[in-house]
C-alpha cells in the first residue's frame, strides 16, 4: 500500500507542474512583463528557426552529415529579444489606450491599424536588423527587400489576419507577448535567413519566421500579439 501511495502522490506532483509552471509564467508576466515577454520571443523564435531548418532539411533529403545553419537560431533569438518582445508590447498598450474597446468600430479600427501599419513596418524592420546580423552591406538589403518583402506581407495577411483579430481584440494585454511569440516560432518551411511565418515566426516571423533562415511564414509569438512576417523567396548563397 505504502508504495502504491508514494506512487499516486508522485504522479499527481507530476500532473500539478505544467500549472505551477503557468502560474509562475503568469506571475512574471506580472512583475516584469516586458522583460518576460523579450524572453519567451526570443527563445520561441529561436526554437522556430530550428525547426524550420529541420523540416526543409527533411523535405528535401539532405544530407544528416550536413550541419545546420548554428547562427540562424541566434539571429532570431537576438531579434526576438531586443525587438519583437519589447516593440509589440509597447505598441499593444498604445493601440489599448488609443482605440479603447468601447470606442466605435474599434475591433475594426484596431485591426486595420495592426494590418496596415504595424505589420509592414515589423517586416522591414525584421529585414534591416536579419541583413545587419549577417554582415551584409545596404545593397544585398535593397535587393532582400526588392525580392521578398511585398510576397512576405502578403502572406503575412492571408495567414495571420484572422488570428490577429482575434489577438488585438479578445486576448487580454498581458498575454499578447506570448502569442505574439508563438506566432513567430511557426517552423514552416522558409529560406535561410528569413523570419518564421508568423508571418512566418515577426509581427514573425521566417516569416520572416517569412519569419531568416528565415519577420516567425508570416510573425510574428511581445506584448507579442503580432505574427512574424512571410518567408520571402529562398536566397541562394
Not at 516584469?32 to 523579450?38: D, E, F, G, R, W
Amino acid at each position: 500500500m505504502a508504495p502504491a501511495a508514494s506512487k499516486l502522490r508522485t504522479e499527481a506532483g507530476l500532473g500539478a507542474l505544467p500549472r505551477r509552471a503557468l502560474a509562475q509564467y503568469l506571475r512574471l508576466l506580472r512583475l516584469y512583463p516586458v522583460l518576460t515577454k523579450a524572453a519567451t520571443s526570443g527563445i520561441l523564435s529561436a526554437l522556430g528557426n530550428f525547426l524550420a531548418q529541420m523540416i526543409e532539411k527533411k523535405q528535401k533529403k539532405e544530407s544528416c552529415s550536413q550541419k545546420l545553419d548554428v547562427n540562424g537560431p541566434l539571429r532570431y533569438a537576438i531579434y526576438g529579444f531586443f525587438f519583437t518582445g519589447p516593440l509589440s508590447h509597447f505598441f499593444y498598450l498604445f493601440l489599448e489606450h488609443w482605440i479603447p474597446p468601447e470606442a466605435p468600430w474599434a475591433s475594426v479600427q484596431r485591426l486595420l491599424l495592426d494590418r496596415l501599419l504595424f505589420a509592414p513596418a515589423f517586416l522591414l524592420l525584421f529585414f534591416l536588423i536579419m541583413n545587419f546580423l549577417e554582415g551584409k552591406d545596404f545593397a544585398a538589403f535593397v535587393a532582400k527587400m526588392k525580392r521578398g518583402f511585398w510576397p512576405a506581407l502578403q502572406m503575412n495577411w492571408r495567414v495571420w489576419t484572422p488570428v490577429q483579430f482575434i489577438n488585438v481584440n479578445y486576448v487580454p494585454l498581458q498575454g499578447t507577448g506570448s502569442l505574439r511569440a508563438l506566432c513567430r516560432a511557426d517552423p514552416s518551411p522558409r529560406p535561410h535567413g528569413a523570419p518564421a511565418p508568423v508571418g512566418t515566426t515577426p509581427e514573425g516571423g521566417s516569416t520572416g519566421t517569412p519569419r531568416e533562415h528565415p519577420p516567425p511564414s508570416p510573425p510574428e509569438v511581445g506584448n507579442g500579439r503580432h505574427p512574424g512576417p512571410a518567408a520571402p523567396d529562398r536566397e541562394e548563397h
